[in-house]
């Protein structure tokens, strides 16, 4: 990250719901030393303007889901999703003994695919003591997101010669340590950059991620042409998402099934939220379908995912289709 706040619009999933095959959160042990550590020959003078400065500092670890520790910073209905997160952290000395200090934490949160907003950004700001565990208060939260507290402590001052000065920060709450070097760059500000989502996502002929093989058509000719001439392979439907509304956080989405006979639709908000996908066309009136769960579980401005949770021993299956316009028909076609 960069203190212009540019921001590299590839594609980041935001995997909502259980976040599986995330980083697993490295264990954190309060430190032995909550101490100022001093050279023998500086112990009995006074410090004055120390600063430290560090962005992308090390964090264990940098990028974390939301389903553990990072739910302490995120408003329940998007707890579950998959968060990149990044601080960049300023320090300054505001006594002449090297015990207080104030502490700036500016923190990037990427949560593509949740309202639109690309990239929050936070800042914390306040006072504090060596040894102590301080509540860092919010002073800039342009997204307007539901922050919890931001615990900070001060474990240690290495005051070196030669330039290789630095300060360790724990933040508790988030069972993280970070050491910042001596440095003085300019604080980044806040930001809420928003990333506009296509209004049309289209896929006449998408394939399932997962599932067992199935019978798929290899292009929509093969509509017209008998099952005797379709190959075989992994499952496809046809699926079909638009946007409901300027600036809409929800989409109508539809599913052609893989017979091309059963039209199913239900308005799914990007949110993750699980809606039953109802039948609206059954062009050969032959049978009853039964609702089909799904949900919007990834989207940016090239692509959306969906989860479908289909009935029986299909399960749960997952498809990512391109930003694109089209339509969805039900045709009815008969072997005989």
């Known amino acids: 990250m960069n203190n212009s706040n540019n921001v590299n619009l590839s594609r980041r999933k935001a995997l909502l719901g259980t976040a599986t095959g995330a980083a697993a959160v490295a264990a954190w042990h309060k430190p032995l030393v909550n101490a100022v ?45 998959m968060v990149e997160q990044t601080y960049t952290i300023e320090v300054i000395q505001t006594d002449t003994e090297g015990q207080t200090f104030e502490i700036g934490v500016f923190e990037e949160m990427d949560r593509d695919g949740f309202g639109g907003v690309d990239i929050a950004q936070v800042v914390y700001r306040g006072p504090v003591s060596v040894g102590e565990t301080k509540i860092l208060p919010v002073t800039e939260n342009p997204c307007g997101i539901m922050l919890k507290d931001f615990n900070v ?45 296509a209004d049309s996502y289209y896929d006449p002929m998408a394939s399932s991620d997962g599932g067992l093989g199935m019978q798929t058509r290899s292009s929509t000719l093969d509509f017209i042409i008998g099952s005797a001439h379709a190959q075989e392979g992994p499952a496809t439907f046809g699926l079909l998402a638009e946007r409901t509304g300027p600036n809409a956080t929800t989409y109508t989405v539809s599913h052609l099934n893989r017979s091309g006979d059963v039209l199913r639709s239900a308005i799914l908000d990007i949110d993750g939220t ?42 749960t299956q997952f498809f990512t289709i391109p930003a694109a316009s089209g339509s969805l028909m039900a045709i009815c076609i008969r072997d005989d």
């Not at 039953?276 to 959306?304: H, K, R, T, W, Y």
């Open 37 to 81: 550590v001093l050279p023998a020959h500086a112990q009995m003078t006074t410090m004055n303007n120390l600063q430290f400065f560090g962005t992308n500092v090390g964090a264990s670890p940098t990028t974390k889901n939301g389903s553990s520790p990072l739910d302490l910073i995120i408003t329940p209905a998007v707890a579950g999703m």
């Open 153 to 197: 402590e001060i474990a240690q001052v290495n005051i070196m010669e030669g330039g290789m000065s630095n300060i360790v920060l724990n933040f508790p709450n988030r069972l993280e340590m970070v050491t910042v070097p001596e440095d003085n760059q300019p604080f980044p500000t806040a930001g809420c950059i928003l990333v506009p989502l």
């Open 274 to 315: 699980t809606e039953n996908l109802l039948v609206i066309a059954n062009a050969c009136e032959e049978g009853e379908f039964e609702a089909i769960p799904a949900a919007i579980v990834a989207v940016d401005q090239s692509e959306m995912e969906i989860r479908v949770d289909f009935q029986g021993e299909r399960g």
